[in-house]
């Protein structure tokens, strides 16, 4: 039996992860066909009112034998549609403490609830959810390394995201006064951080790990103040750090418990600890070039190897087809 499957997304522009995902469900063989509504970009069309018509037509016409949701990008009325007709799996990759009583309304009514963040797996256990742990990957259409360049994409060190208060301005204040760093994304303030750089494609984003000789990881779910609490978000991770080091990027981040479950440290990427650690390992490792790029280029293998789109998508489509036979028998089978 081959897979019909709807996706609820919005876009994703700077990672391209709705693109991604779509090409790794279109390459896997038991996926018949993939329909993608971006209800974000729907009702900014056409209203929300004809926006929510159109949804439950398609969801009752196309009958999709799996409903894929991306983080709370769904009504909950509309998973409780799609429920009737196959398995439903969300993929849910915010932190947020407490958490979203939409996220726990999604969850209660899937067959499979992913989180990319070990941490609030018990959290979401206790409001009845069976959470587990599966992290998104990089892809292998556009996550690759590329020849380093100069100019605008060369710093020793970058940092790829948005900002935010508390550790992570912390963090990023201590490396500009001791180093040369350009931070790239959305709404970075200009007074604050001498080199910015704007929004990024995918394209960008390999070149900015290439060219960068160090790239710099800052884990904090949520606005946290302390290295103590960043320390305690056990295994979680940005999908920032496949898609750097899928693109052949030095990765430095910080730790968390349970951190070297997931990555050799010292082998894959490497951690800081303290402000202190983090500005003696940036002057160890522009020191020690060849040692930068060793630890880059096991890293980058060892996530094009198992941490891909690909990969993802053959754990939730597993888990679908197994339990999909039981759901759509009918009872006196």
């Not at 398995?87 to 947020?96: G, P, Q």
């Not at 305690?232 to 693109?247: E, H, P, W």
Request: glycine content about 8%; proline content about 3%.
């Amino acid at each position: 039996m081959r897979l019909k499957i709807l996706l609820f997304s919005k876009s994703k522009r700077t990672t391209e992860a709705t693109v991604n995902l779509l090409k790794a469900l279109n390459r896997h063989g038991l996926v018949e066909k993939v329909k993608w509504l971006n209800y974000s970009r729907i009702s900014k069309l056409a209203g929300k009112g004809i926006g929510k018509n159109y949804v439950y037509r398609v969801i009752n016409s196309y009958r999709p034998h799996l409903t894929l949701v991306n983080n709370t990008d769904a009504e909950v009325e509309w998973i409780q549609e799609c429920s009737k007709q196959g398995i439903v799996s969300c993929f849910y990759h915010d932190y947020n403490s407490p958490v979203k009583e939409k996220a726990v309304e999604i969850g209660r009514r899937c067959d499979f609830f992913y989180l990319s963040n070990a941490i609030q797996i018990e959290e979401y256990r206790r409001f009845g959810i069976e959470a587990e742990y599966l992290v998104r990957g990089c892809s292998r259409d556009v996550h690759y390394p590329v020849k380093p360049r100069g100019g605008k994409y060369k710093s020793q060190v970058a940092f790829i995201g948005k900002p935010r208060g508390g550790i992570r301005d912390e963090i990023l204040r201590k490396v500009q006064e001791n180093f040369d760093l350009k931070v790239w994304g959305p709404k970075w303030d200009r007074s604050r951080f001498s080199s910015v750089g704007g929004r990024i494609g995918s394209g960008k984003y390999r070149i900015i790990c290439s060219s960068a000789d160090i790239i710099l990881g800052v884990n904090d779910g949520r606005e946290i103040k302390t290295f103590e609490e960043l320390v305690s978000q056990g295994q979680f991770t940005s999908n920032r750090d496949r898609l750097v080091m899928a693109c052949g990027g030095f990765f430095l981040t910080n730790y968390n418990k349970g951190l070297e479950n997931l990555y050799g440290i010292g082998e894959h990427l490497d951690v800081y600890r303290s402000l202190e650690d983090l500005v003696e390992k940036i002057r160890f490792y522009l020191n020690n070039p060849r040692k930068r790029r060793e630890i880059a280029c096991r890293g980058c293998v060892y996530v094009q190897s198992r941490q891909t789109f690909d990969h993802f998508v053959q754990k939730v489509i597993e888990d679908a087809a197994l339990k999909l036979p039981g759901k759509t028998e009918p009872a006196d089978s």
